[in-house]
């Protein structure tokens, strides 16, 4: 189960403009090649941000270019939702993950066609005394935090059960 092609990008602006147009920073959507977007600033707005993601296809079309094209790529991008604004951030922060060496690959294993089907249970199956645990032995939320941290509770809960 190699891990998924990610491109994960922080955005920062002097202030949330999107919300003077009424808008929440949440974008989903297949019409940019850069997303899903997600607002990220504080409840006071003493600053805006913004962080998304070139996800699968599109990380791998990106992922070779120059940091330069991909942040043009990725204000153009925002621009088609939210203005020209969106063009003059204040700071952008981006990490190929395919390129990270510590992780080689994006926030979510992926499996090839009907492996999780046939063999996903026997991912969370004890083998002796070993027992399983990580986000992607998880049976919601794989791939994420939270995924990790159900996984380790049910691991505890199964062993717990053995005394």
Known sequence: MPLGCVIKVHIAYARPFWRDQGFTGLVLSDL???GPLFHHSPRDASHGGLVGFFDGGP???WADRPASE?????????AAYFGDTARTPVDY???????APL???GYVSVSGPGVMTAFGPALRDPVGRIYWAGTETAEAW???IDGAIRSGERAARDLSALT
């Open 32 to 34: 940019t090649e850069f």
């Open 59 to 61: 990380a791998q079309r």
């Open 70 to 78: 991909r942040r043009a790529k990725v204000l153009q991008d925002i």
């Open 93 to 99: 922060l981006e990490e190929v993950w395919t390129r």
């Open 103 to 105: 992780h080689r690959g």
């Open 142 to 144: 794989v791939g994420y």
